[in-house]
């Protein structure tokens, strides 16, 4: 006998069994004729039926708890030991109410239970037949007596005194669809009368069906902001990379200014030693000779002393006339002696000190203009082909850039191969079959290209590329990008180095210019638009697209085109 008590008060011998753990989360009461479906999760049979039952139109049946979808429609069995925990749990009930600890106190947004005394506890269902909330101690005979079961029962969310008719004191169960309001049976036969009503069961099924709507917009609404929220952070990535790669081409900029201005330093420093060494050396060579001839001057004056002490009248004579004929020395010219003073160049370089300081006073308002025009752009990048077509741009080929054997016809938009050449022009390409356009570009901008050929170099240039080296084709400079397309793939350059690049095979190529974000994207050409390539830089100067061509004489029909878009 003990044992089976034990058995039935689990408390009692050490096991808690937390109520709240087999509530039903759709009806929040204890588990009814209890089943468990394929997730793992419990529901009442009711309960979970009359879920599935609005789920039938759609015919995939889902869990209210994980959102695990299931279709088809899963067979119910009741889970008998779950059903037997819940028993035990309910029978004991009544004798813990007395226990303050057991039932939750009400909370300001409680509904307090109706039949408690003193202390008022926290309701967790209401009865609509018998209009009054209970806790679940004095919830418990709804379940054990036969006619209480029979009551309608449902979750203490708000009072009951808010579902009554304010004015008869009766359930507001019927609708009123001509004032769109809830009222009571009374108010049918008074206000409403001659109104149309329905049941608010009925209503509900309405009702569902418009909060189906409500969810369906806000969950597109979640879509739309998920999307502007991946877009946002799209953005914020284009512009940290686009920031870094300013940072890096700034500083090879300023660091090559600073090598090239460390090479001239010490180009003058040793220019001024050079020179010094030099005008040393020729002040030692005038020293030299100066000292030699002081010496022979005072040999010359010893003998001219020692002479006129002579008592030899003759030989004074005689050797007088020998040391006149070389008595006079040619005197020393200042023109052979360095004149000029290095203060001289210490004034060059100060006045180029000057104007490098005019230079930077100019330039700088512009370049701290520049960046600070710089904004967080929340433009969202396209997408679609029809995105892109808002950035197009009429483009035109240079006559005068284009290869001698590439003739240019429908209004130059197109190139093909001719065996007789153009003209000669200085901006002319001679090494390799390729033209550029006429336009440069510096903002959003986007074109097509057509071919047929062995290859096509679809590209965009700075103007002042080389035109007549083996660095002239596009790609092998660090002043032109080019992707290759040819039947079998495609590959990218830039500064002569060269990536393999995958995508599906196309003779038309989109190509999408982002110049302040330093973005260059190549584009396989549909609806949805296949991104083929995509360079992150800083471009320094306006860019002009460009066509290059690979073909032999005999291939039919080769051309390249700028697309009429």
Known sequence: MAGKQQHQLPVQNGVELDEE?????????????????????????????????????????????????????????????????????????????????????????????????????????????CLVSYCPAHLEPHYSVPVLKKHQLIPAIIPLQEKMCTKHNKLMEVYCQTDEQLVCSLCTVDEHEGHKTISVSTQRAETEKQLILCQKKVQERVQQREGELKDLSQAEENLKSCAQTALKDCDKIFAGLMSSMQRRHRKVMKLIRDQEKTAVARAEELQLQLEEEITKLRRRDAKLEELLHTDDHIYLIQIFQSLSTSCDSPDFSPGTAPLRSFRDVTDCVSELRDKLKTVLRDAWPRISATVSYVDFSLLPAPKTRQDFLHYCCPLSLDETSNYAYLHLIDDNRRVRPSPSPYAAQPDRFTKFPQVLCREGLSERCYWEVEWYARSLSAAVAYKDINRTSDESQFGNDDKSWCLECTANGYSFRHNNVETTVSGPCSYTVGVYLDYKAGTLCFYHVSDLMVLLHKVQTTFTQPLYPGLGLKYEWYDAGVFAQIVKL
């Open 21 to 129: 753990g087999f509530h039903c989360s759709v009806c929040l009461d204890l588990l009814k004729e209890p089943v468990t479906i394929h997730c793992g999760h419990s529901y009442c049979r009711s309960c979970i039926e009359g879920c599935w039952d609005q789920e039938e139109e759609k015919g995939e049946y889902s869990c209210p708890q994980c959102r695990g979808t299931f279709n088809p429609r899963p067979v119910l069995r009741r889970n008998h030991m779950l059903a037997e925990v819940v028993e035990k749990l309910k029978r004991p009930s009544t004798q813990q109410a007395s226990a303050p600890a057991v039932l939750a106190s009400v909370g300001p947004a409680d509904v307090p239970c109706d039949f408690c005394g003193g202390t008022r506890r926290k309701a967790t269902m209401s009865c609509l037949t």
